[in-house]
C-alpha cells in the first residue's frame, strides 16, 4: 500500500541517520559557531538543498531561532526562522492538546464510550461500547481503516459522507494495546465537528493557536502563497530536486495537517514547558505528557515506553523526554521536550535526510551534560554514514535498472486510461513525451521501465517508489484491462479521450 510504504521510509529514517566532525575540543567554541560548522558538514556530506530550521528554548527563554539552507534550492530562495515548514504528524500533539482543552472545559468527555459520539456504526467485529473517546488519541482504540488513511493523508478522493461509510463498511479490528495510526485522530476530528458544530480546523485556531500566538501557522495550505511555504527536496542520484508540496486543503487531516514556523515552534515548547498558562491547568499538563498507554520500541535515538495524548514518552541517555516527529514526501520534523531542564527543540527540513539523527544527537548533546558523549557520537556517525550509503546504492540502483525503453509489443498508448477501485477511487494513466503519467486524485507520478508491463513510480518530491503492474487479460486486447499499483487492483474504465 502507498501509504505503509511512506510510513516504513519515515520510520526508517528516523532510526537510520556522514563524517560530521565530532565534538572534541569544541566545548569552548560559542553553541552557535558549533552549530554552524555543524551543519555546514552535514549538508556537503549527506547533499542536503533544502532548509534546515532549528527552534531552541530553555528555562522560558529563546535560545535560538535560525533557519539554514533553502525553501527552494531551484529558485535559491533561503528559508528562514519565518519560513512555514510541513510538520506532519507532529500535528497531533496540537490535536491531542485540543482534545484536552475541550475535555477540561467540558464540551468533550474523553472518558465517555466511543458509541455515544460516534454518527454511525463501526464494523460489527470492534465493540466501541468497551473503546473510550481518549484511545482515539493514545492510539489504542483497535480501529484501523487503510482506504480512510490513504484518501485523508495522500489522494483527497473524497467526500465527508464518503469517510463516514468508509468508516462503517470497512473497518477492521487490529491487535489489542498501542498501535500507532493515523485514523484515531481522523475520528476523533470527526466527534469534534459532530458535537460542537465546528471543524478541528477552526477550533484549533481560536483554542490553540491565536491564544498562543502561533499566527503563522496554519492548518490549510491555501492560507500561504505558494512562494512562502518550504517546497519538499528529495536526492536521486547525486542530483537535488524540487516538487510541489502533494497535499491541497482536503488533506490536511487532524492527524497530519499542519504548517508552521520556526518562531512559532518555540512558542508551542515554551507553553508546553511553563505549564502555567490560563488555557490548560497544570494537571492537564501532566495529563497530556503520561504514559497513558505504555509500548516499548526504539525510533532513531529515543528509546519509547509510553504515549500520551499527542506526545511519545521516552528516554535519551539518562533524560526522560516527551517527543513527535513526522515526516510526509520531502519533509522530516521533530520536536523534543525535556521537562526536568525545560529544554525545548525543534527541527524542520524540507528534505528527507538520515542526518537529522545526528543533528538530534548533536543539539542534546550540547545542552545536557551526558558522559563520554564525543565517543558515543563518533561511533553514531560512522554507523550512520554506512547506512546511508548502503541505502543510496540500493535505491541509485533500482532507479538506474528501470530506465528501459517500453517494448514495441506494448506502446505506451496501450496503457493510457481511466482505472477504477471501489474502496480506493480512480487512477488516470496518460502518456506525455514518451514516458508514462500517474494521478492519483493530488498525487502526480513519474514513472520508469522495467520491463514486462511494470513500471516503478516516483515523484519529485520523493525519490522513494513502488511498483504499478499492468494486466493484458485478453490476448487479443491491446489495452490493458487492469493494474495493480502497490498491491491494489484497479480495473480500466476507459481508455483516454473515450466517453465512460
Known sequence: MLLHKHSLICLAILMSCGNTGNLENKADEPFENRLDGFIENMTADYTIGGGIGIG????????????YGYSDYNLRVSATSTTPFYIASITK?????????????AEIDLEEPLDKHLPFTLSEKIDISEKLVEDLFTHTSGVGNTVVAIKTAYTGNFTKEEILQDLEKLS????????????????????????????????????????????????????????EIAKPHTLSNGVISVGDFLKKDDTMHAAGGLFTTVEDMNKWM????????????????EYIHSDLVGYYGKSGPFNNYGYG???????????EISWHGGGYPGYRSLCILVPEEKLGITILMNQATPAMVLLTDFLLGNFLEVPDFDTYFSKKEKWVWNQWNRYQFVRDSTLEAGSK???????????????????????????DN????????NLTFNTNYIGDDQFFFFNDADQMYGSIDFYFHHPDNQQASSLDFSGIEYKKVYKTGQNK
Open 434 to 441: 514518451g514516458s508514462l503519467g500517474v494521478f492519483l486524485g
Open 93 to 105: 500533539s496540537f490535536v491531542g492538546t485540543l482534545a484536552t482543552i475541550l475535555h477540561e472545559n
Open 270 to 285: 515554551n507553553f508546553h514547558l511553563n505549564r502555567n498558562s490560563t488555557i490548560l491547568s497544570a494537571e492537564a499538563f
Open 172 to 227: 477492521y479490528p487490529v491487535t489489542p494495546g498501542y498501535r500507532y495510526s493515523n485514523l484515531g485522530y481522523i475520528i476523533g476530528s470527526i466527534i469534534f465537528e459532530q458535537r460542537l458544530g465546528v471543524g478541528w480546523k477552526e477550533l484549533l485556531h481560536v483554542r490553540v493557536l491565536d491564544p498562543l500566538g502561533m499566527l503563522n501557522t496554519s492548518a490549510d495550505v491555501s492560507y500561504y502563497r505558494e512562494k
Open 309 to 319: 495524548m499527542g506526545w511519545n514518552q521516552a528516554d535519551w541517555d539518562e533524560y
Open 405 to 431: 525503453k517500453v517494448d514495441n509489443k506494448r506502446a505506451l498508448l496501450d496503457y493510457e486510461g481511466l482505472y477504477f477501485n471501489d474502496e480506493y477511487g480512480e487512477i488516470i494513466v496518460k502518456s
Open 56 to 67: 531552541i528554548v530553555k528555562n522560558g527563554n529563546i535560545i535560538l531561532e535560525k533557519a
